[in-house]
């Protein structure tokens, strides 16, 4: 499968606790986007990646947030000292360039209790 | 109010029916994509467009620039074709996608 992957699908953990996620995209794609969705919604932008570089950042971002993508493939997404609003699907996504097509992941679920 | 604003936020038709779903914007933006969410999360890209109009199979998508708006377009729906459609634009000058709350479509046998 050649598609974007993520990983876990599922996290549960409780408030406090630090979680990672981790997003393996397309091979070739330079972009590397990051989305958060709660139930009803559209996805919501957190941050994206032009290679290993982090160009843009969500205001709704807070310092609790941290997104690396250390050799411009693979990117993680920690989330420190989670909070129950913090409860949502994270999805990643990946393109060539600006105004490529976006090919999603399955996204990562995560329940904090 | 919303920078995407999609209508019908629902929308129930029976199977064979022709299908619109609207997309009005208010920024500048450099492209507009279409995205198909099944449950249990997961989007498919449909079209991507920054003017005209793209066809591919039953579903059709146009963009008027001038107008800021977009319809996705469905002929002979089918109960497969029972989704959330997403619309989302990339403003100009930046990368910050911005989407809409999404059409939850669902066709009746």
Partial sequence: ?113 | KNEVEQSPQNLTAQEGEFITINCSYSVGISALHWLQQHPGGGIVSLFMLSSGKKKHGRLIATINIQEKHSSLHITASHPRDSAVYICAVEPLNNNDMRFGAGTRLTVKP
């Avoid at chain 1, 843009?56 to 411009?72: I, Q």
């Avoid at chain 1, 909070?83 to 949502?88: F, H, I, L, V």
Wanted: a positive charge; hydrophobic letters at 25%.
């Fill in chain 1, 1 to 113: 499968d050649t598609g974007v992957s993520q990983d876990p699908r599922h996290k549960i953990t409780k408030r406090g606790q630090n979680v990672t996620f981790r997003c393996d995209p397309i091979s070739e794609h330079n972009r590397l986007y990051w989305y958060r969705q709660t139930l009803g919604q559209g996805p919501e932008f957190l941050t994206y990646f032009q290679n290993e570089a982090q160009l843009e950042k969500s205001r709704l971002l807070s310092d609790r947030f941290s997104a690396e993508r250390p050799k411009g493939s693979f990117s993680t997404l920690e989330i420190q000292r989670t909070e129950q609003g913090d409860s949502a699907m994270y999805l990643c996504a990946s393109s060539r360039g600006q105004g490529e097509k976006l090919f999603f992941g399955s996204g990562t679920q995560l329940s904090v209790l």
